[in-house]
C-alpha cells in the first residue's frame, strides 16, 4: 500500500506568490511520474491556505494542487483526504465569552461534557472560526458520500473505509485546529475531545489497517489531553500522519496492539527558512514492513531530490509490552516532577490546572555571553528547544542567583518526557546538593533504573536505545563526586550529553571548555525585559487587564527601586502578592515592599507553624539587628560575616532578648533555606538580595532614634540612604521630628537652587531659560498625527518602553553604601536629596500638622521646578525644529519623554504622588487657578500627576488643563502628553482614544487658529485608517 503524503502547502492568493506556486506543482507532479497509477491514497495534513478567511482561496488550492495531481498521477479524487490546519482558521469569528469558557477547561471529562451540553450548542458556537473550511469540506467530500459511501463527514472528524489488496483500510482525520486561536501560542494549547475520537474509532474498529490524519503533533496539545490522546490513538492506530512542524520525522511508537508508525513530512510549500518536500510511505501489510522516501525541494532549481528510503520494522508483541510500560512509566514520571515544579511557587498550596507551573511558565532570555559582558560579539538567543535538541555538546547554563534555573531545569525535563515519542530522549534530573551533602558518589546507571523503574540490565539497555539527557541542578563545577561519574558514563555511552544549571558569581568566567574532563559549553540566563514580564502577566489567571496593566507597572517600579532582578521566580511571586491581595489599595509603594519582604520569609506558613516558639515580628526585629550590625561594623568588608560571626551575633541576640527563644542553628538554617541571607565563598554570609537588606537598615532605623538621627547627620552617607529612609516613614508614618529634620536638611542643600525665586516666579524662569533651547516646529501638530497614529497594543509599549529605558541588569547583590565627600549642588545630588524628602513626605501621615504638610509639599513643588530648571544647561538645545517628517514612533516618544516640562512632571509624580494625595493635589489646583500668573508650570505638573493617578476617573481635569494653560511652551506640553496617553493609556479602550483625540484636537487649535478642524480631522482619519492596515 503506496501513501503519498503532502502538508503545509500555504495557498495565499496572492498574485505576488502565484508564480511560485504554480512552479512549484508543476515541479512536484514531475517529481511524482515515477508513481503513476502506483499510489493509493494521497494524504494531505492541513493548511492548504495561507488564511482561512476567503472561502474562494480552498476551492483555487483544489483545483491547483488536489485536481492536478489526481489527474496526473491517476488517484481516484475518493481516494485523496484531507484535514484542517492552523493556516484554514478564520480568527476572531467565534464568541468571546465561548474563547473564554473553553480555555479555562482543564480535564478530559469537563471538556467532554462543554461539547455535549445544550445539544451540542456550545460546539457549534466554537467552530464558527472554521465555517469556510467546513463548507469546503462538505462539498469537497461530497464526491467520497455519494461514490464510497462514507457516512461520518463531521466537523471535528470524517471517517473513510477503502479496500487495498484485500485489506480493510480504515482512515480517521481529526480536527486539530479546532482550538488553534493563535498560532504563537497554540503548542501546549490545543484540544481535542476524547468522546469524538473514540465515535470516530468506532465506525473503523473492523479494518486491518487504521489509519489517522492530523495537522498537529500530540505535544501541541494540553498534556492531560495528549496523554488521552496518545492512549487511544497508540492502541487503536497503525499509522499516524502529521504535519505543521514543516520538517520531515519519523518515529514508532509502540503500544498494547501492533506498533503505530508516525510520519511528519516536510512542508509542500512554506518560508524560506523551512523545509520543503514530501514523503512516500510503502506498507507491507503482511509484515508491516515500511519503505520510507523522503524528499526535500530545491528552490534554486526548482526540482525535488529525493533521500535514500529508509526500511522500518514495526515491532510486535515481546518489545511492544516493554515499551508501553516504559511509556506508563514516563507518564507517571511527567506527574510527579510537574507536582515537584509546583512547588518553585510559594503559592504551591493553591495550585491549580489554569495556573501551574507549565501554564505558567514564560520563557526565559539564554544567551551565549554573560549579561555582566557590556559589549558581546555575538547576541544569539537559545530556546528550550534548541537546548534540548543540541544531542552534540554538553552545556552549562549559568545564572544569578533566584534567576530561575531551578524553573529551566524543570522545564527541560518536562519537556522530554512529553515529547518522548518524537524525541526518543530520556531526562535523567540530577539534583546536585543532595549529593554533596550525602557526600556520596552517584551512580547514573542506578539512578536511571530507579527513575524509570526498572531493572540495571534494563536501564543499560535505554542508555544504547536512547538519547540520556543528564540534567544537573545546582551544579558547581569542582565536584568530583558528582563529574567523575558523569564523566564515565558519557564516555561510555556516546549517544548521552548533559545540561547542567549553576550559579553565576564574580569569580565565575567560564566561556566554555573543560570541566573536569568533560567538555562544556556556556549559557547565560539574562533578565527579562518588560516583554517577558507582561507575557508572564497575560497568563495569570484571576487578574483583570486594568489590574494586569497595574502589576506591570508597579513591577518595574518596585523592582527598580529596591534593585530586584526580573527573572521567573522574582516577577511570579510578586504577581502572586498582587492577586491574593486583589481588592487592597496597593497605590502605596510601601505597602507592596512590605508584601514583598513577608512573602520572602513565607509569613503565612511561618505563623501556623508550631515548630519555632517565636512569632514573625520576632524575626523581623532579629533581621533589622543583624542588618544594623553588618551596616555599623562590616562596611570595609562588604557587609560580610563569616559563618562564626553570624552564630555568635544569634547567640549575643539571644542573650539579650530573653523571649526570642529558638534554637541557633535551626534559625541560621531557617535563614539560609528561605534565601533570606546567603554564603559567599563559602564561609561568609550576608542578606541574599540588597533590596532586602536595605528594608530591614530601614527598620531598624524607625525604632533607634540614634541611628536614625546619625543617618540624617551624616552627610558622607545620607544620599545613601535613600530606600531605608522611605523604609523607616512606611513604619513610623507620624513621627513628626523624622519627617521635619529631613525636611530642613534638604531645605540647606537647595538653598542655593532655590535662591533664584526670591525674584522672579517659576513662569518668569521658564519663559527665559527655554527662549534660545526650546524651539517648536511649526510643523510638529502633523509630524504627530502621522507618527503616532493610534493607541499602542500592550507589546508595542513594551518594545518602545525598552527601548527608552532598558532593563539593565540590576546588581541584586548587597553592594557598599557610597561614600560622598560632601552634598554638592550637582544634579545627580539635589536629586537624591529632593528624592528622600518626596518619597518621606508620601509615606508620611502626620495629623493635625497641615500647616507643616503644605509647607512641605509646597517646597516640593517649588524645589522639583527649580531643579529642573537647573537640568537645562545639562540637557542642552531641545530643538523640535530638527524632528524630521520620516521620525519613527519610537525616536518621537523618546523626545517626548525628554521634553523638560514633561521630564518635571514625571519625577515629581515619581518621587512624591500617591492614591492618597489625592486630595492635596486637588486642593494645590483650586489655590494656584485662582493665582494663576506665575503658577502655570505648577498647575501643569499637579494636573498631570492627578491624572496619572487615574486617567478615566480625572479625566476631566484635562479639559481643565487646556483653559488655564497659556504659556507656548507649556500648551504645546499638554499636546505632548495627550499623545503619550494616546499611545499607553488607552489600552483599546475607545472611548477614550475618541475623548483624546477631541481634546488634542481643540488644543492645537488654541495653539495654531490657522488650522482648519476639518483639516485635522481628515489627517487623524486617513492615519487612524493607515494604522489599521497595519
Known amino acids: 500500500m503506496k501513501i503519498l503524503h ?10 505576488k506568490y502565484k508564480e511560485n506556486e504554480i512552479r512549484l506543482v508543476e515541479a512536484l507532479i514531475k517529481s511524482l511520474k515515477p508513481y503513476k497509477s502506483n499510489l493509493d491514497f494521497i494524504f494531505f495534513t492541513g493548511d492548504l491556505v495561507w488564511q482561512g478567511n476567503k472561502i474562494e482561496d480552498f476551492y483555487k488550492t483544489k483545483e491547483l494542487l488536489l485536481d492536478k495531481l489526481s489527474l496526473e498521477l491517476n488517484v481516484e479524487k475518493t481516494s485523496i483526504f484531507i484535514c484542517p490546519g492552523n493556516h484554514d482558521v478564520y480568527r476572531h469569528q467565534e464568541l468571546e465569552a465561548i474563547t473564554d469558557s473553553l480555555e479555562k477547561v482543564i480535564s478530559i471529562e469537563e471538556l467532554d461534557d462543554m461539547v455535549l451540553k445544550n445539544n451540542g450548542r456550545t460546539l457549534k458556537a466554537s467552530l464558527e472560526n472554521l465555517n469556510n473550511y467546513f463548507n469546503f469540506q462538505s462539498d469537497y467530500y461530497q464526491k467520497h458520500i455519494e461514490e464510497k459511501n462514507d457516512k461520518l463527514i463531521e466537523n471535528l472528524y470524517t471517517s473513510h473505509k477503502r479496500i487495498v489488496d484485500g485489506k480493510n483500510v480504515g482512515i480517521t482525520t481529526i480536527n486539530s485546529a479546532w482550538r488553534s486561536n493563535d498560532s504563537e501560542t497554540d503548542s501546549g494549547n490545543l484540544m481535542f475531545p476524547i468522546t469524538y475520537l473514540k465515535e470516530a474509532i468506532r465506525e473503523i474498529k473492523n479494518c486491518d489497517i487504521k489509519i489517522l490524519m492530523l495537522h498537529h503533533p500530540l505535544h501541541d496539545f494540553k498534556h492531560w489531553n495528549q496523554f488521552a490522546l496518545e492512549d487511544i490513538i497508540y492502541k487503536d492506530y497503525d499509522l499516524m500522519f502529521s504535519g505543521h512542524v514543516h520538517n520531515n520525522r519519523d518515529s514508532i511508537h509502540i503500544t498494547s496492539g501492533i506498533g503505530i508508525y508516525h510520519c511528519t513530512s516536510a512542508a509542500t510549500l512554506s518560508s524560506k527558512n523551512d523545509s520543503m518536500g514530501y514523503s512516500i510511505i510503502d506498507l507491507n501489510q503482511e509484515s508491516f514492513e515500511l519503505n520510507i522516501t523522503n524528499t526535500i525541494y530545491n528552490k534554486n532549481e526548482e526540482q525535488f531530490y529525493f533521500g535514500k528510503a529508509k526500511i522500518v520494522q514495526i515491532p510486535l508483541d515481546e518489545e511492544k509490552r516493554d515499551q508501553n510500560k516504559l511509556r506508563k512509566t514516563i507518564r507517571k514520571r511527567f ?17 491549580k490546572e489554569e495556573n501551574d507551573f507549565l ?9 551565549l555571553n554573560s549579561q555582566t559582558n557590556p559589549k558581546p560579539k555575538n547576541k544569539t538567543k537559545f530556546n528550550i528547544e534548541n537546548i534540548i535538541s543540541n544531542l552534540n555538546e554538553n552545556q552549562v547554563i549559568f545564572g544569578k542567583d533566584k534567576s530561575g534555573k531551578s524553573a529551566i531545569v524543570y522545564k527541560i525535563a518536562l519537556d522530554i518526557l512529553r515529547d518522548f515519542n518524537e524525541l526518543q530522549m530520556l531526562p535523567l534530573l540530577i539534583d546536585c546538593n543532595v549529593y554533596i551533602k550525602k557526600e556520596s558518589e552517584i551512580d547514573v546507571v542506578d539512578l536511571l533504573k ?28 569542582n565536584e568530583s563526586i558528582i563529574l567523575n561519574p558523569i564523566e564515565n558514563y558519557i564516555k561510555a555511552n556516546k549517544n548521552s550529553s548533559i545540561i547542567a544549571l549553576g550559579n553565576e558569581t564574580l569569580f565565575v568566567s567560564f566561556t566554555g571548555g573543560l570541566i573536569g574532563d568533560i567538555d ?16 508572564l502577566a497575560d497568563k495569570w489567571p484571576n487578574i483583570s487587564p486594568n489590574k494586569r496593566e497595574k502589576v506591570i507597572e508597579k513591577i518595574h517600579t518596585v523592582f527598580s527601586q529596591l534593585n530586584i532582578p526580573s527573572n521567573y521566580w522574582t516577577v511570579s511571586l510578586f504577581i502572586w502578592i498582587f492577586e491574593k491581595n486583589i481588592d487592597a489599595n496597593l497605590g502605596n509603594n510601601f505597602q507592596l515592599i512590605e508584601l514583598y519582604i513577608d512573602s520572602l520569609l513565607d509569613k503565612d506558613n511561618f505563623i501556623l507553624s508550631n515548630k519555632y516558639k517565636i512569632d514573625f515580628d520576632d524575626l523581623k526585629d532579629f533581621l533589622a539587628s543583624l542588618a544594623h550590625e553588618l551596616i555599623t561594623n562590616y562596611h570595609k568588608s562588604s557587609y560580610l560575616m563569616k559563618y562564626s560571626n553570624f552564630i555568635k551575633f544569634i547567640e549575643e541576640y539571644k542573650f539579650d532578648n530573653k523571649r526570642f527563644v529558638i534554637n541557633t542553628k535551626d534559625l541560621a538554617d531557617l535563614l539560609i533555606e528561605k534565601g533570606i541571607v546567603k554564603s559567599i565563598d563559602s564561609d561568609k554570609y550576608t542578606f541574599r538580595l540588597n533590596g532586602v537588606f536595605e528594608y530591614f537598615v530601614g527598620h531598624y532605623m524607625a525604632y533607634d532614634e540614634n541611628f536614625r538621627n546619625k543617618a540624617i547627620r551624616d552627610d558622607h552617607f545620607y544620599l545613601s540612604f535613600k530606600n531605608e529612609f522611605e523604609v523607616c516613614a512606611g513604619l513610623i508614618p507620624q513621627n513628626h521630628e523624622f519627617v521635619e529634620k529631613i525636611y530642613n536638611k534638604t531645605v540647606l542643600i537647595f538653598e542655593g537652587t532655590n535662591k533664584i525665586l526670591e525674584n522672579n516666579t517659576i513662569d518668569n524662569l521658564l519663559i ?15 509630524i504627530l498625527k502621522e507618527t503616532i497614529t493610534d493607541s499602542l497594543k500592550p507589546e508595542q509599549q513594551d518594545s518602545i518602553l525598552e527601548s527608552i529605558s532598558p532593563s539593565v541588569q540590576r546588581i541584586s547583590d548587597v553592594k557598599q553604601k557610597k561614600f560622598y565627600l560632601e552634598i554638592s549642588n550637582d544634579s545627580d545630588d539635589l536629586e537624591n536629596a529632593l528624592y528622600i524628602l518626596g518619597r518621606v513626605f508620601r509615606n508620611s501621615k502626620l495629623k493635625r500638622n497641615d500647616a507643616f504638610n503644605e509647607k512641605l509639599f509646597d517646597f516640593i513643588l517649588d524645589s522639583t521646578c527649580t531643579f529642573s530648571l537647573s537640568l537645562i544647561e545639562e540637557i542642552g538645545s531641545q530643538n523640535v525644529t530638527e524632528m524630521g517628517d520620516d521620525i519613527s514612533e519610537e525616536n518621537l516618544i523618546k523626545l517626548l519623554t525628554q521634553f523638560l516640562p514633561i521630564v518635571a512632571q514625571t519625577f515629581f509624580y ?8 489625592e486630595v492635596i493635589l486637588i486642593e494645590k489646583i483650586e489655590e494656584l487657578k485662582k493665582f494663576k500668573k506665575g503658577n502655570e508650570l505648577k498647575l501643569l505638573i499637579l494636573y498631570f500627576s492627578l491624572v496619572d493617578l487615574d486617567l478615566k476617573e480625572h479625566f476631566r481635569y484635562l479639559e481643565d488643563i487646556i483653559d488655564e494653560i497659556n504659556i507656548p511652551i507649556l500648551k504645546q506640553t499638554t499636546v505632548f502628553k495627550m499623545y503619550l496617553y494616546l499611545s499607553f493609556k488607552c489600552n483599546g479602550n475607545k472611548y477614550l482614544k475618541e475623548k483624546i483625540e477631541k481634546l488634542i484636537k ?25 494604522n489599521r492596515n497595519y
Not at 770 to 778: D, E, G, I, K, P
Open 359 to 367: 501554564n505558567l511558565f514564560t520563557p526565559p532570555i539564554i544567551r
Open 6 to 15: 503532502l502538508t503545509d502547502f500555504h495557498f495565499d492568493g496572492n498574485g
Open 1002 to 1026: 481643540k488644543q492645537e487649535l488654541k495653539i495654531d487658529n490657522n488650522q482648519r478642524i476639518g483639516a485635522i480631522e481628515q489627517r487623524i482619519q486617513s492615519v487612524n485608517k493607515t
Open 768 to 782: 527665559s531659560k527655554v527662549a534660545n533651547t526650546f524651539n517648536l516646529s511649526s510643523g510638529v501638530s502633523k
Open 335 to 351: 506527574e510527579s516532577l510537574s507536582n515537584e515544579a509546583n512547588k518553585l511557587f510559594l503559592s504551591y498550596k493553591e495550585i
Open 450 to 477: 530507579n527513575f524509570y523503574e526498572i531493572n540495571r540490565k534494563t536501564a543499560n539497555e535505554l542508555s544504547e536505545k536512547y538519547h540520556i539527557k543528564i540534567l544537573l541542578d545546582n551544579f558547581k563545577e
Open 910 to 917: 515619581d518621587m512624591s504622588i500617591q492614591s492618597n494625595l
Open 520 to 535: 562544556f559549553v556556556s549559557r547565560y540566563i539574562h533578565d527579562i525585559t518588560r516583554v517577558e514580564i507582561r507575557l
